[in-house]
């Protein structure tokens, strides 16, 4: 079993920043692609993020140019840090290992966003 831990969630300004951390309890990272996801009140959940185990990084329109995602195998943690930042980013974020077809998957719990005027 492992565990993903999210960290860095907060209340900030449009036009602020906030890096999020998702720390695992096991390595890994160096096999299994990450994501994140986000989801606000009254809305499915979407992926925002996601990077390949190889580095490959992928984003929705809605946060390209803002949003970088990236990982340290060394630490078990993948970031997001997101630059500015808009109402519309205020949900909970979820950090997300992805297993494949063969492997589970795993969530962590999720860590607030909120901006705010």
């Known amino acids: 079993q492992v565990q993903l831990s999210e960290s860095g969630g907060g209340l900030v300004q449009p036009g602020g920043s906030l890096r999020l951390s998702c720390a695992a309890s096991r390595s890994i990272f160096s096999i299994y692609d990450a994501n994140w996801y986000r989801q606000a009140p009254g809305k499915q959940r979407e992926l925002v993020a996601g990077?390949?185990?190889?580095?490959?990084?992928n984003y929705a329109d809605s946060v390209k140019g803002r949003f970088t995602i990236s990982g340290d195998s060394a630490k078990n943690t993948v970031y997001l840090q997101m630059n500015s930042l808009k109402p519309e980013d205020t949900a909970v974020y979820f950090c997300?290992?992805?297993?494949?077809?063969?492997?589970?998957?795993?969530w962590g719990q999720g860590t607030q966003v909120t901006v705010f005027s």
């Open positions: 997300h290992a992805a297993g494949g077809p063969l492997l589970p998957d795993y």
């Open positions: 990077i390949t185990a190889g580095g490959r990084a």
